[in-house]
C-alpha cells in the first residue's frame, strides 16, 4: 500500500522483511491507483536515514543468509556503509554482493582522473565484509552474464538504490523502459554534469553498465535512499501516486512494484 509514516512511527525500525512475507495480504486502508507497494518513511536527517538502511539490510541477511544484495554508490549511501562496517553482528559469509553499475573505461591513456565504482565499493564496504562479490567490469562483453548472475535462484534479494536528478536509477536514463535488460548506455548530460565536477575533463567516461530496469523491478525488495532538499522534487514526481509510470521518470516504473521501501529525510 501507498503509506506514508513520520519519524515518530519508525520506533523500533520497520522490519522489512516481515513486511515483505505479509505484502500477499490485501491493504486495510485505501489507497491511490498508483504506488500501492510503497512504504514512504520520512525520517528526521540523514543518519536516521543511514540507520534505518542499515537496520534493513541487516534484516535480510538475518532472514535469509545467502541473500543476494545489489548495492549503489555515490554520497547518498555513505553513511549506510559507515554503519554496516561497524556491525560485527552482520553475518555476510554466505551472502553475495553485487555492484548496481559501473563506469566504462574510456580510450584514456594515464591514471583515471575518476574512483570507479568497484574501487569505491571494495573501500566503503567490500573489503570489511565477506561473501562474494561481483564487478560488473568483468561482464562489459557480456552484460546478460551478469544479469544472470543477478537474477538467479529468483534473486535479487534486495535492491538498494539512489534517485538521480532527471529520474534515473542505476544508469536507467530517461527513455528506459520498465522490461530494459542490463545494458551498456551512453551517460545524459546531467547524469556527467552531477558525477563530475568538470564534465568535459579529458579522461571521464561517457557511457556505463547498469544493471536494468527488468533486474531491479524482479528483486523481492527495493530500498530507495533519498536525502537532501535537492531530491525532494524528483521524488514527489516519480512517487506522485495520482500519476502513471513515465518513461521520462525510469525512478517512476517502481511504482509497480510490491514492495518498495523510500527512505527520505524530508
Known amino acids: 500500500m501507498y503509506d506514508q509514516m513520520d519519524a515518530v512511527s519508525v520506533k523500533p525500525p520497520v522490519s522489512p522483511v516481515a513486511t515483505g512475507l505479509e505484502r500477499s495480504k490485501k491493504p486495510t486502508m485505501s489507497h491511490p491507483s498508483f504506488a500501492r507497494g510503497l512504504h514512504w518513511l520520512k525520517l528526521p536527517d540523514a543518519e536516521a536515514v543511514a540507520q534505518q538502511a542499515t537496520h534493513i539490510v541487516a534484516e535480510q541477511l538475518a532472514h535469509k543468509p545467502n541473500a543476494s544484495l545489489v548495492f549503489p554508490t555515490g554520497s547518498t549511501p555513505l553513511g549506510m556503509y559507515a554503519q554496516l562496517?561497524?556491525?560485527?553482528?552482520?553475518?555476510?559469509?554466505?551472502?553475495?554482493?553485487?555492484q548496481l553499475d559501473e563506469y566504462v573505461r574510456p580510450d584514456f591513456e594515464g591514471p583515471l582522473?575518476?574512483?570507479?565504482?568497484?574501487?569505491?565499493?571494495?573501500?566503503?564496504?567490500?573489503?570489511?565484509v565477506?561473501?562474494?562479490?561481483?564487478?560488473?567490469a568483468q561482464y562489459f562483453e557480456c552484460p546478460a552474464a551478469y544479469e544472470a548472475l543477478v537474477t538467479k535462484d529468483n534473486g535479487p534479494d534486495l535492491v538498494i538504490l539512489g534517485i538521480g536528478k532527471n529520474?534515473?536509477?542505476?544508469?536507467?536514463?530517461?527513455?528506459?523502459?520498465?522490461d530494459s535488460p542490463s545494458r551498456i548506455v551512453d551517460l545524459a548530460p546531467l547524469t556527467r554534469i552531477s558525477n563530475f565536477a568538470d564534465p568535459s575533463q579529458p579522461?571521464?567516461?561517457?557511457?556505463?553498465?547498469?544493471?536494468?530496469?527488468?533486474?531491479?523491478?524482479?528483486?523481492?525488495?527495493?530500498?530507495?535512499?533519498?536525502?537532501?532538499t535537492g531530491k525532494q522534487g524528483i521524488v514527489a514526481t516519480a512517487f506522485d501516486p495520482n500519476t502513471a509510470p513515465d518513461i521520462n521518470c525510469p525512478a517512476s516504473w517502481l511504482k509497480q512494484h510490491p514492495h518498495v521501501t523510500l527512505l527520505t529525510d524530508f
Open 167 to 178: 529520474g534515473h536509477i542505476a544508469f536507467n536514463e530517461p527513455g528506459s523502459q520498465p
Open 113 to 128: 582522473p575518476y574512483q570507479t565504482f568497484a574501487e569505491f565499493m571494495q573501500n566503503e564496504l567490500w573489503r570489511f
Open 85 to 98: 562496517r561497524q556491525r560485527n553482528d552482520i553475518n555476510w559469509e554466505k551472502s553475495r554482493l553485487f
Open 130 to 136: 565477506g561473501g562474494q562479490k561481483f564487478y560488473m
Open 203 to 228: 579522461g571521464l567516461p561517457t557511457q556505463a553498465i547498469t544493471l536494468g530496469l527488468k533486474a531491479i523491478l524482479s528483486a523481492r525488495h527495493i530500498l530507495m535512499l533519498a536525502t537532501g
